[in-house]
């Protein structure tokens, strides 16, 4: 079981600078050719400041920066056994090549259920990230599926 | 790149083109953990994904992405708004995603021209293993 007292918790806020080379490794991986955010030319042309991080980037600095994996040991669930249930944005802005963004992760709720494959906790984490001037980018929204 | 698209040239109804994935293979998904930084061996080895009683999988995230390119071929990236999956099915390597969705609702709130839907990737055997949604502020026709 999940610990309940970690509802409301907020996590230490992290830092991550997005760089293009990310951007373009990540919509490579998912075969999306869009060359806005493969050709600055092509992004600048479309109304872009610069080659835009596409829709599910904010992943990146997730999983590279480990917080997921701290969240998921602090709410002592068993990762081997953790599914992704849902994730959810909200776009406030553009995040570009050179932003730094600091991201605020708190667990927003821990549930749980029973179905027909048994009982499974899940779990609600809510992230919030600002750039370099302090301005809110995007907000993150998580459900985690502990499998029992 | 998706042509302009005008908050009036949309109807409820409207379906945004259907994007049909080329199969998952084995070296997409070690390419996707070296791009995300998911390295949870269930993705990547058969052998964790047997331990973990499911075999191997995709990562939810993925299939999100192609969901997100299949918005943002049809709504300029600029212009969306919120986007919301749920993870309704497991995606295995040579399957094969399609894709689809459709325009539920438009409205105009505070100055800004509102555009929803809702979105289903589905695999070869037509099971959905994402149902998502999406919400775009759209531009005037001027």
Known sequence: MADKSMVNREFPPFTWEVERGKIRELVQAIGDKNPIYLKREEAVKAGYKDTPASPTFITVPMMWTNILIDVIKAVKINYAKVLHGEESYEYIQEIYPGDVLTGKIKVISIDEKSGKSGSMDLIRLETLYTNQRNEQVLKASTLLVERK | ?142
């Open chain 2, 1 to 142: 790149m998706a042509a302009e698209l005008f908050f009036q040239d949309i109807n409820v109804g409207d379906e945004i083109p259907m994007l049909v994935k080329k199969p998952v293979n084995k070296v997409q998904l070690v390419r996707y953990a070296g791009a995300s930084g998911d390295f949870n061996p269930l993705h990547t080895d058969p052998e964790a994904g047997k331990a973990a009683g499911i075999g191997q999988i995709a990562h939810g995230m993925l299939i999100m992405g192609f969901v997100a390119e299949a918005v943002t071929n049809w709504v300029p990236k600029i212009y969306l708004r919120k986007f919301t999956v749920r993870f309704a099915g497991m995606t295995r390597p040579d399957d094969v995603i399609t894709v689809t969705g459709r325009v539920t609702e438009k409205k105009q709130d505070s100055g800004s021209d509102i555009v929803k839907g809702e979105l289903l990737a589905k695999n070869q055997k037509d099971e959905t293993v994402i149902a998502g949604f999406f919400e775009a502020a759209l531009p005037d026709k001027k």
